[in-house]
């Protein structure tokens, strides 16, 4: 293990994954990925449904089935290729550095065994305690995540728990390993917004507390504007920009970054702001080997977008996959 | 994956609304102490009420002819129960709703499907409220032929979809043929098929994708300015609402706490709820997001089956005070022209003369600025 502080927890680099069906041609959900996760950081993952934000994470992890999937690209964590490891290490490195908290809590929890003892069991495995200990870490572990009556709510089912508890409680398990990284996909999508605030507020909390690296992948750019260090925006299956979280806000220049920033209607906006619709449909995608698959709906494009892929570069600290970015000059309508 | 040219073409871009003249006066769509209670039943030889969902519970709402009047909530505060009472699509337990002068609930069922020819709804996800087997034509000449309109059906077909912003072509094919959004441009083409003068939007937009939401909120817009429409806009995102209503209206556990004119309401929140939810929707903008205030709120909503007794917003409310909240239910009151608030303590909150509790309260995160 290094400790070296400039150096990233995580670097995934020209990550790829695809789906292969027999007669069929295979599905490239994910190509091309790179980013870096350092300790203490949170990087957000944005984009829209399909765009390849979770398909990214589960390959991060080691989640994705095995049959009919291949993977490749380098995902670094400390010195290791989490890709060419074996299953045994990689499920090592699994529970004790990484954790992953999903969108529907439902599906991560068992829903015929106690909340109690599905958190204390991630404790006993981790923390080398057991019995009166573990139950006692167990009701710390949930107060700190800010579930009332942490005893009586250790003895029930997950159904009897509301959406927002159980994604607390989700979170208290995730954190029972003391992970040095923790992704969390969408895991504020099926809540309300009161509700939203609150587990976004923790996160804040047990990032800072912990010195841990956070992923966030939402497709909420409210989300990521009030949590994120670094945010890359995907659009199917690859990083189109990526950049620190106010130069991406104040500067976008991948025109689907700025078509997004300018269709969302703000809370604080004036009213009668008009909103600017990006044309078309996230399903309008050109294949990438032949261009620039938000091409068809981009109102920046020029012949030479649809010449081949554009490539991701690196201008001026941002990653940048456009033939003709938006100047950096061009104001944003709000 | 392949280029699919869409069908919907590039949306022109708005260059903000025509001034539309509301008269608040002329009121289209009048609800008075409108309840949905849903009876709760036990027992297995004989069945017995043991009880009530009370889903909407005394709900006054006054939409304008012409505007456009939202409802905002979060999940299961009754908005879509109050949608749905308002067209009889479920029946009120009790209020009144008046339609155009028309006491609804006085009306048979024969009469009432007339009156629907006036008021139609759209529907959160558009792929559930369309018959797959259908065609978008005959889709759009279903409520023609069952109102007996006459006239060249094929010709009114193509029309609606110009209207929506879809080609002429889309009327020979089905809804799984479509993406999201122009699956609900054809759910709008059906609203509108029949000339209504009131269309309920239950959530038009929270089934889309984030980049097509808002090619459906300016054809909303849009067909509003042209026909003249007048809505009742139904969500549970309050940015959306904002941006289209004239008059928001802010729902909680069955009942309104607090009624604004869309900007007033975002500039003067009086209501502890609204505050709390405002402070909540998040902002795509880091220097907003880092410098203000928020309030969070504790626990979940109460079940509407055995609502807090008082003030229905007590259990969770950062303002609360030891009088008045947990034994006295606040009724909507006009503070300020326009500007209805239910609680007792809306006045001494706006003056700041109570604050709310210190553990509720997020400073701005000065820390990453
Ligand atoms: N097991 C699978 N087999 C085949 N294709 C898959 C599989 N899982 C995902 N895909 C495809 O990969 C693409 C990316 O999916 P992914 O789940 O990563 O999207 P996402 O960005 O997480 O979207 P959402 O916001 O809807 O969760 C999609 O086109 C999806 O259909
Ligand atoms: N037919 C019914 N029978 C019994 N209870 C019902 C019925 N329909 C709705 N309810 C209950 O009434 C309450 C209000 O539901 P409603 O669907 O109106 O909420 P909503 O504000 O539209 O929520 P959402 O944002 O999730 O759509 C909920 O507690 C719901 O469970
Ligand atoms: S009446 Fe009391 S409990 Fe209700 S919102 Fe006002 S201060 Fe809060
Ligand atoms: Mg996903
Ligand atoms: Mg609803």
Redesign the interface.
């Known amino acids: 293990m290094t400790n070296d502080p400039t150096r990233p927890l995580l670097a995934v680099r020209d990550l790829g994954v695809s789906f292969t069906r027999k007669g069929a041609p295979d599905v490239r959900a994910v190509d091309g990925v790179s980013f870096d996760v350092s300790p203490g950081q949170t990087v957000g993952l944005v984009g829209e449904s399909g765009s390849g934000k979770s398909v990214t994470s589960l390959a991060v992890m080691g989640l994705l089935p095995r049959r009919n999937v291949r993977v490749d690209g380098r995902v670094i964590f400390d010195d290791d290729d989490l890709l060419t490891l074996p299953r045994e290490r990689m499920r090592d490195i699994r529970g004790r550095d990484m954790a992953m908290v999903f969108q529907d809590p439902m599906t991560s929890l068992n829903p015929v065994v106690p909340i109690g003892v599905q958190v204390t069991e991630v404790i006993e495995r981790h923390q080398q305690l057991s019995g009166d200990a573990a139950d006692k870490a167990a009701a710390e572990l949930l107060d700190r995540v800010g579930i009332p009556d942490p005893t009586r709510r250790l003895r029930e089912y997950p159904h009897q728990l509301s959406g927002g508890m159980r994604q607390r409680a989700l979170i208290a398990m995730a954190l029972a390993c003391r992970p040095r990284l923790l992704i969390a996909d969408e895991p504020t999508t099926a809540l309300d917004v009161t509700i939203q605030a609150q587990i976004l507020e923790l996160l804040k909390e047990l990032v800072h507390d912990s010195g841990a690296a956070l992923i966030m992948i939402t497709h909420d750019l409210g989300v990521v504007a009030g949590l994120c260090d670094t945010v890359h925006v995907m659009y199917s299956g690859r990083v189109v920009e990526g950049a620190q979280r106010r130069e991406l806000f104040a500067r976008p220049r991948h025109p689907y970054t700025g078509g997004l920033l300018a269709s969302v209607p703000r809370l604080d906006a004036a009213r009668g702001t008009p909103l600017h619709p990006i044309p078309g449909s996230p399903t309008d995608v050109l294949a990438w080997p032949s261009g620039c698959a938000f091409a068809p709906r981009c109102h920046h494009r020029v012949d030479a977008c649809t010449d081949g892929p554009p490539p991701l570069e690196n201008i001026g600290g941002r990653s940048l996959r456009c033939v003709n970015p938006l100047p950096t000059t061009e104001e944003v309508p709000a | 994956?392949?280029?699919?040219?869409?069908a919907?073409?590039?949306?022109p871009?708005?260059?903000?609304?025509d001034q539309r003249e509301i008269d608040p006066d002329d009121v289209l769509l009048s609800v008075r102490g409108l309840q949905v209670h849903f009876p709760i039943r036990r027992g297995i030889l004989v069945e017995r009420q043991v009880g009530a969902v009370k889903a909407v519970d005394g709900v006054d709402l006054a939409v304008p002819r012409g505007s456009t009047v939202g409802l905002v909530g979060?999940?299961g505060c009754g908005k879509t129960t109050f949608g749905r009472a308002v067209l009889r699509l479920v029946e009120p337990t009790g209020g009144t709703v008046t339609f155009d002068g028309t006491d609804l609930r006085e009306l048979d069922a024969e009469q009432m499907r007339r009156q629907r020819r006036q008021m139609q709804m759209v529907f959160q996800d558009p792929m559930a409220s369309l018959d797959p087997r259908q065609s978008v034509e005959s889709v759009l000449t279903e409520p023609l032929r069952a109102h007996d309109i006459g006239g060249d059906h094929r010709a009114r077909v193509r029309e609606l979809l110009d209207v929506v912003g879809l080609p002429a072509s889309a009327a020979s094919r089905y809804p799984h043929e479509f993406?999201?959004?122009?699956r609900q441009r054809v759910g709008i083409a059906r609203a509108i098929a029949l000339e209504p003068q009131l269309i309920v939007a239950d959530e038009p937009v929270s089934a889309l994708?984030?980049?097509?939401?808002?090619?459906v909120?300016?054809l909303l817009e849009q067909l509003q300015d042209r026909l003249g429409l007048t809505y009742l806009v139904i969500a549970?995102d309050?940015?959306?609402v904002?941006?289209i209503a004239d008059v928001v209206a802010v729902m909680y556990l069955g009942g309104l706490v607090e009624q604004a004119p869309?900007?007033e309401l975002?500039a003067t929140p009086l209501h502890p709820y609204t505050r709390?939810?405002?402070?909540?929707?998040?902002?795509?903008?880091?220097?907003?997001?880092?410098s203000r205030e928020?309030i969070?709120?504790?626990?979940?909503?109460p079940s509407p089956a055995a609502p807090p007794s008082g003030c229905r917003f007590h259990t969770r409310c950062p303002f609360r005070q030891e009088t008045r909240c947990d034994d006295e239910r606040p009724a909507l009151r006009e503070i300020r022209p326009g500007h209805t608030v239910a609680c007792h303590w809306a006045e001494d909150i706006e003056a700041g003369r109570i604050a709310p509790r210190e553990s509720a309260v997020?400073e701005p995160?000065v820390s990453?600025a």
Not at chain 2, 13 to 17: D, E, K, L, N, S
Not at chain 2, 296 to 301: I, P, R, Y
Request: no cysteine.
């Open positions: 994956m392949t280029a699919q040219p869409s919907a073409g590039a949306d871009v708005p260059t903000g609304r979060e999940s993406s999201g959004g122009q994708d984030v980049s097509i939401q808002a090619q909120v300016n549970h309050l940015a959306v904002r941006h869309s900007d975002y709390a939810l405002m402070s909540a929707v998040p902002i795509p903008d880091p220097d907003v997001e880092e928020r969070l709120l504790t626990g979940d909503l997020v995160d990453t």
